[in-house]
């Protein structure tokens, strides 16, 4: 008698911790079904990159100088500069310029040093191809202008946290002319007060 009520009791614990762990497994299901999904539905809907994104890089043909500084702080070497000197104009002369981005680590090292402006990191992150190769961009392909996901006209842009306004956990929650929490970079430049120099220059 005493084993059978043993069973029960066992049976009747095994219930009840059965039963627990049922109810803990609802309640987050029954969380959850009342927040909205934060999935984006990509490639209808796409997060607009942070400010300080790197993204694919741009060159402009017309500025670069062929000096090789960004083959020279580049940590893989990877910038292929092809010049020849001019002997009338006594300077070098740019043939054609390459980056892998198959290789490139997006450092920004070469956009960071550039003496002339000549590059210029963009938002441009769908890369992918089928071939490693077609990742080596010359110069013309480098030059193309950057993709933006806000003109895309087939494409519903969300933002990310960091343009997010006050109080707003959500993209998908933001109208699209609702200010971001905080202030813009050029604002905090604006807000800022004056050096000692710009203090004295204006004295004199």
């Keep these: 008698m005493l084993k059978f009520l043993k069973q029960v009791g066992g049976y009747a614990k095994e219930t009840l911790q059965s039963a627990r762990y049922i109810?803990?497994?609802?309640?987050?299901?029954?969380?959850?079904?009342?927040?909205?999904?934060?999935t984006v539905q990509y490639p209808y809907e796409k997060l607009?990159?942070?400010?300080?994104?790197?993204?694919?890089?741009?060159?402009?043909?017309?500025?670069?100088?062929?000096?090789?500084?960004?083959?020279?702080?580049c940590p893989i070497n990877l910038p292929v500069v092809d010049w020849e000197f001019n002997k009338a104009l006594k300077k070098k002369q740019l043939k054609h310029y390459s980056i892998d981005f198959g290789v490139c680590i997006f450092c920004?090292?070469?956009?960071?040093?550039?003496?002339?402006?000549?590059?210029?990191?963009?938002?441009?992150?769908?890369?992918s191809t089928f071939d490693r190769h077609e990742l080596n961009?010359?110069?013309?392909a480098m030059g193309r202008l950057p993709y933006k996901v806000t003109e895309d006209p087939m494409v519903t842009p969300i933002r990310e946290f960091a343009y997010l306004?006050?109080?707003?956990?959500?993209?998908?929650?933001?109208?699209?002319?609702?200010?971001?929490?905080?202030?813009?970079p050029e604002e905090?430049?604006?807000?800022?007060?004056?050096?000692?120099e710009e203090k004295e220059t204006e004295a004199q």
């Design 165 to 184: 306004p006050e109080k707003v956990l959500s993209g998908h929650d933001a109208p699209a002319n609702a200010a971001r929490a905080g202030q813009r």
């Design 108 to 127: 920004a090292n070469c956009v960071e040093y550039c003496p002339t402006n000549c590059l210029s990191v963009t938002e441009e992150y769908e890369l």
């Design 23 to 38: 109810g803990q497994g609802l309640s987050v299901t029954f969380d959850h079904m009342s927040r909205r999904p934060v």
């Design 137 to 140: 961009y010359d110069n013309v």
């Design 48 to 73: 607009i990159p942070s400010e300080r994104f790197r993204g694919r890089i741009h060159f402009e043909f017309d500025k670069c100088i062929s000096c090789e500084v960004c083959v020279r702080v």
């Design 188 to 196: 905090i430049v604006a807000a800022a007060p004056p050096k000692q």
